[in-house]
């Protein structure tokens, strides 16, 4: 008898030992049945098997949604499910849910497939939609980790309407110049057979490797496909207003960032700014830089003139983060969000305030 005998007939014996007075034919008969109701699709057994596959991908599905870590299934959810059965319906239930495979690997499995059966379906839609073109937008920014990654965003239509997609993210593991950009999307492009031809849109935002008129991302699309209209993204261009400043509200706005640097940088200072908004049942809405400096900030927040400087800019950037909200969501294109520009340049209370 060899080692693996062994160690079967060592395991029958601890946790069978009531089928010890069974012969084979017993056990080959179990056998058979267990054989047969694998084979059988519409069976019993199949059906099971089914339900508890799809409950795997129903629980990896929300821990997709909710960006939760793979490790929370098997460490939480699935004992709390248990307790839940046993508590509610009775032990005898408990034992259908250890049929449900949620390991990390498998829920990891499990949002692979979901992942890669969404984009396929993207893709199938796009190549057989009645106007088979497209247009873009993607971004370049770095994680948490320092890594670089390249995020694109897709739009088509579909059904007589309009469909936005995320198409894919890519590391940028070395540079990040527009070639590189323009590299990663053909490549992912080619492995699809999608050609650049279809692409009738870029939308990018205003780094020079994305706007160069010789050698811009922007640029390297037109010399693929001339007929590709490109565009500036149109949210956040509050960072390009605050450029645009007097040199008086300039100042006031570099110590603005100054204090919330002083306290951000620190663990204490943030905690106290924290208890201070609660005392005032104020929002504690502050912004979060890296920067490391200690101003002084009696000038700026006991001086009239000072705080009517911020107050101004409050109002200003509160109409700004405003409109950036209604700038996002599904269905909007050019001339919509324009318009939407537009209108808030003609408000007057806007422009009596600026002129008073």
């Known amino acids: 008898m060899d ?32 054989q047969k109701a694998r084979l059988d699709t519409g069976g019993k057994y199949h059906k099971q098997n089914v339900a508890a596959i799809e409950a795997s991908y129903l629980v990896a599905l929300r821990i997709a949604r909710a960006m939760k870590p793979y490790t929370i299934t098997e460490d939480l959810l699935l004992p709390a499910a248990k307790d839940i059965v046993r508590v509610m319906i009775g032990d005898e239930f408990v034992m259908k849910l250890s049929a449900i495979s949620l390991s990390n690997d498998t829920v ?50 579909n059904d007589d309407d309009f469909r936005d997609e995320f198409l894919f993210y890519k590391p940028l593991e070395t540079t990040t110049t527009a070639r590189d950009v323009f590299d990663t999307d053909g490549s992912f492009l080619k492995e699809h057979k999608i050609s650049w031809e279809k692409v009738c849109g870029v939308c990018t935002d205003g780094a020079p490797a994305m706007l160069g008129c010789r050698s811009g991302f922007q640029r390297l699309v037109l010399n693929e496909s001339p007929k590709v209209i490109g565009t500036h993204c149109m949210i956040h261009w509050q960072i390009l207003a605050t450029k645009m400043l007097s040199q008086e509200l300039q100042e006031v706005m570099k110590s603005i960032i100054s204090s919330v640097n002083f306290v951000k940088v620190s663990t204490l200072n943030s905690w106290l700014f924290s208890q201070l908004c609660n005392t005032l049942d104020a929002p504690n809405n502050a912004l979060f830089h890296t920067e490391k400096e200690r101003p002084q900030f009696e000038a700026l927040f006991s001086d009239k003139s000072e705080l009517q400087k911020i107050a101004y800019l409050v109002d200003i950037f509160a109409i700004l983060n405003e409109l950036n909200l209604s700038l996002q969501g599904p269905n909007a294109t050019c001339l919509n969000l324009s318009e939407k520009i537009r209108s808030l340049q003609m408000k007057p209370q806007l422009w009596q305030k600026k002129n008073g």
Request: hydrophobic share 40%; charged share 25%; glycine share 2%.
């Open 108 to 157: 990891c499995r499990r949002i692979d497939d979901m992942s890669a059966d969404i984009l396929d379906q993207v893709i199938q839609e796009i190549k057989s939609a009645p106007l088979p073109i497209f247009s873009i937008q993607l971004d370049e920014s770095t994680d948490v980790a320092n890594c670089s990654q390249l995020l694109v965003y897709i739009r088509y239509i």
């Open 3 to 34: 080692r693996i005998e062994e160690n079967i007939l060592r395991i029958f014996y601890r946790m069978h030992l009531s089928f010890t007075g069974k012969d084979t034919n017993y056990f080959r008969s179990k056998a058979d049945g267990l």
